[in-house]
């Protein structure tokens, strides 16, 4: 059974940083990615950030260029999501996802599994 369970989500000021993890269970993606999408009430999915499985490839959304990092860990088969200046505009549902192709995508369609989503709010 697949599992990707997202953590790290909070509270923040405008300015302010958090890490979002993201850890996989029942998948062995030695050739895919992960990515990190995020959707408001109402909005499509939009995609943030993708990583391929050994690290060494990223992609990332314009308006997050700068002030997101995202990394990976294989040994402990998890992804993480440094976001750093955060803006009022940041806040969302944050959702973590894989797929086998080690490429990103802005289609959330061509992602395999799915978190449940952690919630970021960021005060102004």
């Known amino acids: 059974q697949v599992q990707l369970v997202e953590s790290g989500g909070g509270l923040v000021q405008a300015g302010g940083s958090l890490r979002l993890s993201c850890t996989a269970s029942?998948?062995?993606?030695?050739?895919?990615?992960m990515g990190w999408f995020r959707q408001a009430p109402g909005k499509e999915r939009e995609f943030v950030a993708h990583?391929?499985?050994?690290?060494?490839?990223?992609y990332y959304t314009d308006s997050v260029k700068g002030r997101f990092s995202i990394s990976s860990d294989n040994a402990k088969n998890t992804v993480y999501l440094q976001m750093n200046s955060l803006k009022p505009e940041d806040t969302d549902v944050y959702y973590c996802a894989a797929r086998s192709s080690p490429f990103g995508s802005r289609n959330p369609d061509v992602y395999d599994y799915w978190g449940q989503g952690t919630n970021v709010t960021v005060s102004s």
């Open positions: 990583i391929n499985w050994n690290g060494v490839v990223t």
């Open positions: 029942g998948i062995t993606f030695s050739s895919g990615g």
